[in-house]
């Protein structure tokens, strides 16, 4: 089946049913979305779009964004989802790589148009509404022809270091996702209800497509982001609702609920199911999320190359506290989505014994298709249908990956290698520690020294003596921080990754403390 061809199928199954909200408003039902969607894909082949070419979405969440992403897919076309947080400058950069002729935008988030592209349509304007005039009978205009190898969704690199790399992700891609949600993440009624807090130009936004497979509600927040309060309205007018959320925003929610006193039963009327990744979730805070709000988590570990689709942890094993792994399996990743294969390997690309660590590989139809108009990138991450996915980690016996690191992040003293995550898992257990970051910064004796950013919590700041001797009670000694810098907050990209390179680059213009 082909992308477009998901809503085409719920519009002739179940037409009335409600399909897409914004905030507690019904916005449209299943035939409505797909009469919006065939008009818009009408209009846009009547303008010259042909199958292959490209449309940028440059949006915050908004209902919309699903009408258009089905209405490009709908007339053949790669949609180029970019982050709303991006500067207009990154944004052109990426217009004048991807060459998308047509652009959906915000107006708040522009003050001029963007250069490079032909045709720009402000999200809420008048000429909007024109082309998404809804088509009498959306099920007589006909789907582009599409093969399950043809980029469907272009997604362009978080590109913390470096300019961003445009990934092809072809239909297959996305529906090998889809598919993977209910094997590995959860099962998915008609009745549930899929809220697009994160942006939807990420993992987010791609959960749409298993939401859509099961012909279930689609939620967006009026603020179109992540406000707890909202949320927690939204939850208890229109679910239990399942989200996608990074470690940080399940922290915040955790923490919200803490702060309005929820049960955890309180919490299961709001939220069905919490999944989470896209960066490190820390031991610690997935004990607490646990503890405050109940089995309502799963992990998945993926990356823009293979999206939402390398591992994952089930509900079932996040809840099996019994077992005796069970803070092993905690701290891991999971285990191989169903739909990929999954490698630990050393720099020769020969495979490692379980326990060892290396460079994660994945393989499967969940892995892009390459790098945009760059071969050279292509060749040197995907290797005979392997990619390398920069992740450093080990795998166990029974299958569970356990990541240590970005390869990048990695830091080498005096010759050991010292994983940063391990470095932070601990420190975050010390008393007073809310976050914590570690860096390397060079040394001329050790090559590199081991510095630790932390911020401490509102109503206790540890001294250095404390911390100190809290990481020699837990790891070996030459990974122990050797300095301390106490920040206010950790500087953070749009997805809520710490952006380690800011932090190294700010050595030296802090106080040791
Ligand atoms: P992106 O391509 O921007 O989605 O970033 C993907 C990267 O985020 C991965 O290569 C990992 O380094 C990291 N990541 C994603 N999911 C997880 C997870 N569950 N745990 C730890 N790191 C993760």
Redesign the pocket.
């Known amino acids: 089946m082909l992308l477009a061809e998901l809503l085409v199928r719920q519009a002739r199954l179940q037409p009335d049913r409600a399909a897409i909200f914004h905030g507690t408003q019904s916005y449209a039902n299943y035939w409505q979305w797909a009469a919006r969607s065939a008009g818009l894909a009408k209009r846009l082949t009547e303008a010259g779009l042909s199958p292959g070419d490209r449309v940028l979405l440059y949006l915050n969440n908004h209902p919309r964004y699903l009408e258009i992403l089905w209405a490009a897919w709908w007339a053949g076309l790669v949609v180029v989802p970019v982050n709303a947080k991006l500067h207009p400058r990154e944004v052109e950069w990426i217009i004048e790589n991807a060459e998308p002729g047509w652009g959906f935008v915000s107006q708040d988030l522009l003050q001029a148009p963007l250069a490079g592209l032909k045709h720009q349509v402000e999200v809420e304007s008048a000429l909007m509404d024109e082309l998404l005039t809804p088509l009498p009978n959306p099920l007589t205009w006909p789907l582009e022809a599409r093969q399950p190898e043809d980029t469907a969704w272009l997604f362009y690199?978080?590109g913390t270091t470096g300019r961003p790399k445009g990934v092809m992700i072809t239909q297959r891609n996305l529906l090998t996702m889809g598919m993977s949600y209910f094997v590995n993440v959860d099962q998915i009624h008609p009745d549930d209800a899929m809220v697009y807090a994160a942006p939807m130009s990420?993992?987010a936004g791609l959960y749409a497509i298993p939401h859509l497979m099961a012909g279930a509600r689609h939620l967006v927040p009026t603020s179109g982001g992540v406000d707890p309060d909202e949320l927690m309205a939204l939850g208890r007018a229109l679910g239990p609702m399942t989200t996608f959320a990074a470690p940080t925003i399940v922290k915040r929610l955790v923490d919200h609920a803490l702060h309005h006193g929820l049960t955890p039963q309180q919490s299961a009327q709001i939220w069905k199911t919490i999944v989470?990744?896209?960066?490190?979730?820390y031991l610690a805070d997935i004990q607490r999320a646990l503890q405050v709000m109940g089995p309502r988590f799963v992990?998945?570990?993926?990356?823009?190359?293979s999206?939402m689709t390398i591992?994952a942890m089930s509900r079932d094993l996040l809840n099996d506290t019994a077992h005796p792994s069970y803070l092993h399996r905690l701290a891991s990743?999971g285990l191989a989505q169903a739909p990929v294969q999954l490698q630990v390997v050393d720099d020769a690309g020969l495979p490692l014994p379980n326990g060892q660590i290396g460079e994660v590989l994945v393989k499967g139809d969940s892995v892009m298709a390459g790098y945009w108009r760059n071969p050279q990138a292509t060749a040197a991450a995907v290797r005979g249908g392997w990619l390398w996915?920069?992740?450093v980690g080990c795998l166990d016996d029974e299958g569970f990956l356990t990541?240590k690191d970005?390869s990048k992040d990695l830091l080498i003293s005096g010759g050991s290698n010292i994983y940063p995550r391990e470095v932070e898992e601990v420190l975050l257990t010390a008393r007073g520690v809310a976050q914590a970051a570690v860096v390397g910064a060079p040394h001329p004796e050790w090559g590199e020294e081991v510095v630790a950013f932390v911020v401490a919590q509102e109503d206790y700041r540890p001294s250095v003596a404390e911390l100190d001797a809290h990481c020699l009670e837990h790891i070996a000694r030459f990974k122990r921080p050797k300095r301390y810098l106490f920040v206010k907050d950790l500087p953070k990209n749009n997805?809520g990754?710490v952006l380690k390179t800011v932090l190294r680059q700010s050595l030296g213009a802090q106080d040791s403390h």
Request: hydrophobic share 20%; glycine share 22%; charged share 15%.
């Open positions: 690199t978080s990420h993992g989470y990744g896209g960066a490190p979730m992990q998945i570990y993926g990356q823009g190359e999206p591992t990743v996915t920069g992740d990541l970005r997805y990754k």
